[in-house]
């Protein structure tokens, strides 16, 4: 039987990937690469055969595509799992045109039928699923709905490997600068409110923000508002970004595309707020004000508050 | 000066498929046609950099029959020599066969010290195509890039991940694909438009590419499609008066 291998950037993902591997493998072994050492010992303890770090020169997590797709090359596994961050997908992608193989991103299901390789993914900016067979080596990246923690399995200490990783890339390193992450898990949380570019500029957000705390609500935005930079980067909700399944998601001047919505449609109750009767928003809303957003944000505050 | 090749996707509006309430079928016949979405902030960021700095843009576009009413459209945005590939073989290519195409005839268009794609295409959105095609030509691959400059031949490069911003520099060839945040992509105005018509443009053959057939075979092979949908109440709330509209809504909360 042919193996399945999983690629992460940090071991509290590669967990979550064993539980996913465990849908397709057989009895193949089941084989981790991360690009992390933090945390492996976790992994050596979490059912799988072998373990193996790269550790790069240069800290790019993509110096390791020659050296993974070396390996697959000659080992040919069944498949290869990677995780969907940005450096995950470029890695992923990579491989597959070094390989010469077919890659799905962003699968939000993996079925093993006799052999080959299933998918289910979002396509048309989520208005529907498309289902596909993949060739082998099949490689695919998972989308974080996916992962969900792993049981620790307690079985045998895998082994592990270091391997050094050389992209020999001709790109310099001029500085990294980390970025401020939003604390909230929006995925977690029972009431959202998302602005959409409704809202004409960053200080109308103290208002917002107003409103959302009489709520107890958090608050995030479609991805128009994420590239004006007045949130931390990347806490906008849909495709691209967060899927949320809140009791209550109240959407103020968001359009309602379908990228936007694709990643609220486990919300229980969705309420909008557009001046524009026509927006494609209030299609897919429980609730529809048609009305000025900012006569209805002060009024729900007074009347939040009365309550 | 900047030498840059940019690929554009023309795809269906995704706006325009509607979803069959029984089978779930996709019906795709009033759909229109566009310049993927990012692909035109894409477009836009390398004309902004020639603007600035001199050098040239060309586009090269895959795809079928009606790829090439996207000519028009694309070189109003600024770029100055428009490639196309037209082959049957798009309707049912993967980001394997795509990117073999699309490599094989950047090859054809001489020589770049850029290629630049979007993140991903507003239809299958599988963030691939750059980072292939950086794979399949043999240059370095810079994704997820928020800025782009030109300093004296360097490439210098603002790359977005998750809890990090990299501060890239290289020099090309190399293939880059961009955020949408990189720029707003301009619309055209009518003198753009009159003036796209008059630049050349080139139709290549799949058959001058130099493929096998094996090369433009899909990878992954679609088994079917179906349309998602979410059960709504679709309940209006439209007085006059916002106070009264504020109440029902949290009437009908208090009861959900
Ligand atoms: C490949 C791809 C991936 C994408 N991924 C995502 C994603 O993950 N998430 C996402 O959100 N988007 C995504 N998008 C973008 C998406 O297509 C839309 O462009 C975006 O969601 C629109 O954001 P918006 O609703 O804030 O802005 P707009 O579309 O500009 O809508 C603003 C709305 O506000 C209303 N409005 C204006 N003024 C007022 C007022 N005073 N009171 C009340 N209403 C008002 C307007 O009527 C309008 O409907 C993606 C696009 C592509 C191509």
Redesign the pocket.
């Known amino acids: 039987m042919r193996d399945i291998w999983i690629y992460s950037e940090s071991a509290a993902v590669a967990t979550q990937m064993i539980a996913c591997a465990g849908k397709i493998s057989q009895t193949g072994k089941l084989r981790v690469f991360i690009s992390s050492e933090d945390g492996t010992h976790s992994i050596v303890r979490a059912g799988v055969d072998e373990v193996t770090v790269f550790r790069s020169a240069d800290g790019r997590a993509e110096s390791c595509v020659e050296a993974l797709s070396a390996l697959a090359q000659t080992e040919r596994p069944l498949a290869i799992l990677f995780e969907s961050s940005c450096s995950g997908k470029e890695i992923a992608a990579r491989c597959a045109a070094i390989l010469g193989t077919g890659l799905v991103t962003d699968a939000l299901d993996i079925r093993n039928n006799e052999g080959i390789i299933e998918t289910d993914r979002m396509v048309y900016?989520g208005l529907a699923i498309a289902t596909e067979a993949l060739s082998s080596p099949s490689l695919i990246t998972l989308a974080a709905s996916l992962y969900t923690p792993a049981a620790a399995l307690g079985a045998a200490d895998a082994s592990l490997r270091i391997q050094e990783a050389d992209g020999g890339s001709a790109i310099n390193i001029v500085d990294r600068l980390p970025i401020e992450r939003a604390s909230v898990d929006l995925t977690k949380a029972d009431k959202i409110v998302c602005?959409?570019?409704?809202v004409?500029k960053k200080d109308d957000l103290n208002l917002i923000y107003e409103m959302a705390a009489a709520l107890g609500a958090e608050v995030s935005?479609?991805?128009?508002?994420?590239e004006y930079q007045w949130f931390p980067p990347e806490s906008?909700?849909?495709?691209?970004?967060f899927k949320v399944r809140p009791s209550l998601y109240i959407a103020?001047?968001?359009?309602?595309?379908?990228?936007?919505l694709?990643?609220i449609r486990d919300s229980k109750t969705v309420v909008a707020?557009?001046?524009?009767e026509s927006?494609p928003?209030f299609a897919s809303a429980d609730y529809g004000i048609v009305?000025?957003?900012?006569d209805?944000v002060p009024c729900m505050i007074t009347a939040l508050r009365k309550n | 000066m900047p030498n840059i090749v940019v690929c554009y996707k023309w795809v269906i509006n995704e706006q325009d498929i509607s979803v069959k309430e029984d089978t779930l079928e996709l019906n795709c016949s009033r759909a229109k046609y566009k310049i993927?979405?990012?692909d035109r902030n894409a477009i836009e960021a390398a004309v902004r950099l020639c603007e600035k700095y001199g050098g040239s843009v060309r586009t090269v576009s895959y795809g079928d029959e009606n790829v090439k009413a996207s000519l028009k459209d694309a070189l109003s945005r600024g770029p100055a020599e428009a490639y196309w590939i037209e082959d049957p073989s798009s309707i049912t290519a993967d980001s394997y066969v795509t990117a073999n195409v699309l490599a094989a005839a950047i090859g054809k268009t001489g020589a770049y010290d850029m290629v630049v794609c979007a993140?991903?295409?507003?239809d299958t959105?599988a963030q691939q195509t750059g980072a292939r095609l950086a794979a399949l030509l043999n240059v370095p691959a810079v994704t997820y890039a928020m800025e782009l400059d030109w300093q004296d031949g360097n490439i210098i490069v603002k790359r977005k991940l998750a809890d990090i911003v990299e501060i890239l520099q290289m020099k090309g060839p190399v293939v880059i694909s961009v955020l949408?945040e990189i720029c707003e992509p301009r619309i055209p105005g009518l003198k753009q438009v009159l003036a796209a018509g008059k630049k050349p443009s080139t139709r290549l053959n799949v058959s001058e590419l130099s493929l096998s057939d094996e090369q433009l075979k899909p990878k992954n092979r679609l088994i079917k499609i179906k349309g998602a949908v979410s059960e709504r109440k679709h309940v209006l709330i439209k007085e006059e008066d916002m106070a009264k509209n504020v109440d029902k809504l949290l009437e009908y909360l208090r009861v959900e």
């Open positions: 900016g602005v959409g570019r409704g004409g935005c479609t991805r128009a508002i994420n906008y909700i849909g495709i691209s970004g103020i001047g968001v359009s309602g595309q379908i990228q936007h694709s990643g707020v557009n001046n524009s927006a928003i009305g000025d957003l900012y209805f | 993927s979405d990012y993140e991903g295409s507003s959105y949408p």
